[in-house]
Antibody
C-alpha cells in the first residue's frame, strides 16, 4: 500500500525557517517524480514544487522561488521541503504527492498534510 | 504563466447530471493533459480524472472528463449525482515549467 506521511509542520515566526519531511512507503520511491502542494486555510490548492527522480531537476512556483528548496533522499525514501524567510502568506497545509509520468503528468497519491502556521 | 478558471460553485439534485468547466487562460488546452481532483472536507485530494478523460480504478463511470479546443477548456461531468459526490473539485494542468490548479468548484448535491 502506497503511503506518504508528512511531518515537520508547526508555528514559526515571520522570517523564520522550517523543514518539512515526507516519508514514503509501499512503492519504489526512486522511480517517481515527487511534489509539494499547499492549501491555505479555506482556500484552494497551490502547487509549490516538483523534483525529478534523481533530484537533478527542480521546479518552483514563483512565490517561493529562492526561499524554498525541495530535495530528496532516495536511500531513506524521503522527500523534503526547506522553507526559509517564511511569510504569513505561507501559512497552509502542505501535502506531499507522488507524480505519475505517463502520456502526461498527474498526482496519484497524496499524504494527509502537515500544517505550517507563520505568525508572530 | 497561465491560469485555470473554474466556477466557484455549482449545485444540482441527486440523480441529475452536472458539468464543471475549467478554462485555460493561455496556451492550448490540448497541449498538456488536464486532471480533476476531488477533495472532501478535512481530507486530502484524490484523483477522479487524469489525462483529460481517464478514470483511475475505483472511480465509477459516472465521472467523465473532456476537453474542447474551441473554448480552450476542460470539463468534468458527473452523472447520476449522489450526496457522496458533494465536495470541492479542482482541475489541474501544467506547462514546461509550472503546474497550476484551478480555484476549485464547490459541488452541492441537494
Amino acid at each position: 500500500e502506497v503511503q506518504l506521511v508528512e511531518s515537520g509542520g508547526g508555528l514559526v515566526q515571520p522570517g523564520g525557517s522550517l523543514r518539512l519531511s515526507c516519508a514514503a512507503s509501499g512503492f519504489t520511491f526512486s522511480s517517481y517524480w515527487m511534489s509539494w502542494v499547499r492549501q491555505a486555510p479555506g482556500q484552494g490548492l497551490e502547487w509549490v514544487a516538483n523534483i525529478r527522480q534523481d533530484g537533478s531537476d527542480k521546479y518552483y512556483v514563483d512565490s517561493v522561488e529562492g526561499r524554498f528548496t525541495i530535495s530528496r533522499d532516495n536511500a531513506k525514501k524521503s522527500l523534503f521541503l526547506q522553507m526559509n524567510s517564511l511569510r504569513a502568506e505561507d501559512t497552509a497545509v502542505y501535502y506531499c504527492a507522488r507524480i505519475i509520468e505517463a502520456t502526461g503528468y498527474y498526482f496519484d497519491y497524496w499524504g494527509q498534510g502537515t500544517l505550517v502556521t507563520v505568525s508572530p | 504563466n497561465f491560469m485555470l478558471t473554474q466556477p466557484h460553485s455549482v449545485s444540482e439534485s441527486p440523480g441529475k447530471t452536472v458539468t464543471i468547466s475549467c478554462t485555460r487562460s493561455s496556451g492550448s488546452i490540448g497541449s498538456y493533459s488536464v486532471q480533476w481532483y476531488r477533495q472532501r472536507p478535512g481530507s486530502a485530494p484524490t484523483t477522479v480524472i487524469y489525462e483529460n478523460n481517464q478514470r483511475p480504478s475505483g472511480v465509477p463511470d459516472r465521472f467523465s472528463g473532456s476537453i474542447d479546443s474551441s473554448s480552450n477548456s476542460a470539463s468534468l461531468t458527473i452523472s447520476g449525482l449522489k450526496t457522496e459526490d458533494e465536495a470541492d473539485y479542482y482541475c489541474h494542468s501544467y506547462d514546461t515549467r509550472s503546474w497550476v490548479f484551478g480555484g476549485g468548484t464547490k459541488l452541492t448535491v441537494l
